[in-house]
């Protein structure tokens, strides 16, 4: 850039540089605790080699590489999830004063712990897996559920947020829950709280809040909201029950929202596509909603005939 360029542009920076001074929420200027979300996803796709191995590696395992292939690994993640859980340790919550001294200890143990995890995520990640399999006839075998199904994606690395975030480490859960709805459409909170044998069939635009409790053997469709009723008292609202809670056996089909943290989806409930919720619903109930009257127009003849679609009774079993 020559001598006029550069002051030229003078005026535009003096301008950059005063913004920074007046948002100072905006920037991350002189911090040795930035986060790297490039390294937060390196880490994540490498638990999932642990989790699922032989899977997405490039290189062939074998009974004889595979002890010192997993202990490569485990360094590997330890080393680097400690480096920063240690960097995003340094942020809290608004007004709370960061309390720096031992906090590598802290990051030390959350990552020790983390990993002590694996073979209990392990075990709950093959029920997601299997439930999967079982719940779409679609499905040739598991390990086309594994390789690409995107609510066994988005379940996974959940679950390994999950864990993250009931030992309260800032930022990096979020970070990985948000990675897997980038991809997916899914966006789950790593917050939201999930039984064994859960499936998201389909997937795209599935929404779970963060106080969300899901039972066992739950199967929800794609665009399902589960979500809270109003937000409008904003940051007032942490730390409550908003969203709503699902118990054992529910089946919710798509386009259907189930809203409030006082709502109850009881155990075997069956809710119908593009429900809308905002109250419980007793156990083994069926909702839907009353069909709409369709018409069709015969263009040739300019005859208009109406019409109903399927009954209620036509709708389940069609859906069962």
Not at 11 to 26: E, H, R
Not at 116 to 143: C, H, M, S
Not at 295 to 310: G, Y
Request: proline content about 4%; hydrophobic content about 35%; overall charge negative.
């Amino acid at each position: 850039m020559s001598g006029n360029e550069t002051e030229g542009i003078r005026p535009l920076v003096n301008k950059i540089l005063d913004s920074y001074q007046a948002y100072p929420k905006t920037c991350n200027i002189d911090t040795d605790n930035r986060l790297n979300k490039d390294i937060i996803i390196d880490i994540l796709e490498k638990i999932r080699y642990v989790v699922f191995p032989g899977f997405f590696e490039e290189k062939h395992l074998n009974g004889q590489s595979i002890e010192y292939h997993l202990g490569e690994l485990l360094e590997d993640i330890h080393y680097r999830l400690k480096r920063q859980v240690f960097k995003a340790l340094h942020h809290t919550e608004e007004g709370r004063p960061v309390k720096a001294e031992c906090l590598e200890d802290r990051a030390e143990q959350i990552a020790t712990t983390f990993l002590e995890k694996i073979p209990a995520l392990r075990e709950i990640l093959a029920t997601d897996v299997q439930a999967a399999y079982d719940g779409d006839p679609a499905a040739f075998n598991t390990d086309e559920v594994i390789f690409s199904y995107p609510g066994v994606f988005a379940i996974s690395v959940n679950r390994i947020a999950h864990e993250l975030h009931l030992m309260e480490v800032p930022l990096i859960p979020r970070m990985m829950t948000e990675y897997a709805h980038g991809l997916t459409g899914i966006d789950i909170h790593p917050g939201a709280t999930i039984g064994e044998y859960f499936f998201i069939d389909h997937g795209t635009g599935v929404v779970v809040g963060e106080t969300t409790e899901i039972g066992k053997r739950v199967k929800i469709y794609q665009g399902v909201t589960l979500g809270a009723l109003s937000t409008r008292g904003g940051q007032s609202w942490r730390h409550t029950k908003r969203h709503p809670t699902l118990e054992d056996d529910v089946t919710v089909y798509s386009g259907a929202s189930i809203l409030g943290g006082e709502t109850t989806i009881g155990e075997g409930a069956v809710i119908g596509s593009n429900a809308f919720i905002t109250s419980s619903v007793p156990s083994g109930t069926r909702v839907s909603i009353k069909n709409p009257e369709l018409q069709f127009k015969d263009r040739s003849a300019k005859a208009q005939i109406r019409m109903t679609e399927l009954g209620q009774e036509g709708f389940w079993k069609g859906n069962e």
